[in-house]
């Protein structure tokens, strides 16, 4: 229902500043995972057999791919629909990334994204309406 939306929207309004308050809200929306990787980096470091604090198996793998690419990785996630960015978030949280930083990077990927779909929304219903027969 959202999506469709957005499309609607999209056609209707300047897609620019539609995907610019898309993302705005969709970045806002992340904060949940950063805060919580934030405030609980020990459970998400925990394993499972004991107390110690060491990441494993594919945590293990994001956390490295965090600590070596950093805000490449969060731009790259952020600007494709990743239905596991929130694990992402919450690791960069844990991590210790700076706020500002993450909502930057974070931002500018969402909005990439959805310009990506402003674009691909109106041309599609454009092509469908005029398909049927219909001006706006």
Known sequence: MVFTCLILAFTILNPFFV?????????????TSYLAGRTGSAFFLRTNN???????????????????K???????SAAIFN???SVIGATAGALRLPPWKFYLVVFAGKTVKWMVVA??????LKYVLDWLGISL
């Open 50 to 68: 004991s107390d110690e604090c060491e990441p494993t198996g594919i945590y293990a793998r994001l956390q490295k791919w965090m600590r070596v």
């Open 83 to 85: 239905p596991f960015f």
């Open 19 to 31: 995907a610019l308050a898309a993302a705005f809200g969709e970045t806002l929306g992340e904060s």
């Open 119 to 124: 674009i691909m929304g109106r041309a599609l």
């Open 70 to 76: 950093g805000a490449l990785a969060l731009f790259l």
